[in-house]
């Protein structure tokens, strides 16, 4: 064979697959793609050019999937350790029409916000009236025949903590959304969800984003320490089930009556379809109350 012939025969190699076969790279220049595409090289957080941030918190309803905006709460700004939020860093966090308004330092701020709904007596709510009154009774100690009872009284959406995650380094540029549960709502949407409820635990309502920030899908949620497990459901065509087993397009899931007594630390894990660590947060679980946080990517 001439060297003419040799040469030829070297670049029609490729158009038969022998560069494959060579083990040689088609596109020396591709790179991974597809949701998952950072983990284990997320670039860090660019360094703050202020001391604070502006953080805004839009309060939305859950039962509608946020088409209701809600107003008439209150808030207090948290640090993450700090149960019950005795010493909070911002006691009075101002609302305008359902949206609230927060400076925090730039320092990488993850703790939480703590928002509590007004009180309106047990016998106010409708056809939930009878299950609030009747948790009221055991363990507020509600005295129905006695108007001025303060064990009567029931807030009007789940006590939340909003964890932030990942930490507070710039201003955010849309509202975070907080999607409350109305007490009125809660008992039937968790027997309607399969979950037996349990006002003594803990809830948590958690999202996860993938590396180009939407919600993803196929994600399961664990956490720590074993012995405080709750029932675990997801959002399923828009509704909480126990017997979805990950999430749908919404990237939400959860955790219902989570063993919390007093309050209880927890690290929350979220792993992909292929069983890879996406990341994690740590989070507190309070009795009563709906906890709310995001893993990200990292």
């Not at 008992?187 to 969800?193: E, Q, R, Y």
Request: overall charge negative; charged content about 15%; hydrophobic content about 40%.
């Amino acid at each position: 064979m001439t060297n003419a012939s040799n040469i030829w025969l070297l670049a029609a190699l490729p158009l038969f697959g022998c560069a494959s076969a060579l083990d040689f790279p088609e596109d020396p220049t591709l790179v991974e793609t597809g949701p998952w595409r950072c983990l284990g090289s997320v670039e860090a957080p660019a360094k703050p050019t202020e001391p604070t941030a502006t953080v805004r918190v839009r309060m939305c309803n859950f039962i509608d999937q946020c088409a209701t905006t809600v107003t008439g709460l209150t808030a207090k700004l948290c640090a993450k350790a700090d149960v019950g939020c005795l010493e909070p860093i911002a006691a009075n966090v101002r609302e305008e029409k359902g949206e609230l308004r927060l400076e925090v330092p730039t320092t990488g701020f993850d703790g939480y916000l703590s928002v509590a709904a007004p009180l309106k007596r047990c016998t106010e709510f409708g056809a939930s009236s009878n299950a609030l009154c009747s948790l009221a009774t055991q363990l507020q100690g509600c005295v129905l025949s006695d108007p001025t009872s303060a064990g009567c009284l029931i807030p009007t959406y789940a006590p939340a903590m909003l964890f932030f995650n990942p930490p507070i380094v710039a201003d955010s540029v849309e509202p975070i959304e907080l999607p409350l549960v109305p007490s009125s709502g809660f008992d039937s949407m968790l027997k309607a969800s399969g979950v037996v409820p349990n006002i003594t635990g803990g809830n948590m309502l958690l999202n996860v984003r993938d590396c180009d920030g939407k919600p993803a899908t196929g994600v399961t949620f664990s956490f720590s320490p074993g012995e405080s497990k709750g029932t675990q459901l997801y959002l399923a065509s828009g509704l909480p089930s126990t017997a979805a087993s990950q999430t749908d397009s919404s990237g939400v899931g959860g955790f219902m009556g989570v063993l919390a007594g007093l309050g209880l630390f927890v690290e929350v894990s979220a792993h992909n379809s292929d069983g890879v660590l996406i990341g994690k947060m740590g989070v507190q679980a309070a009795p009563g109350t709906v906890t709310y946080g995001t893993i990200v990517p990292q």
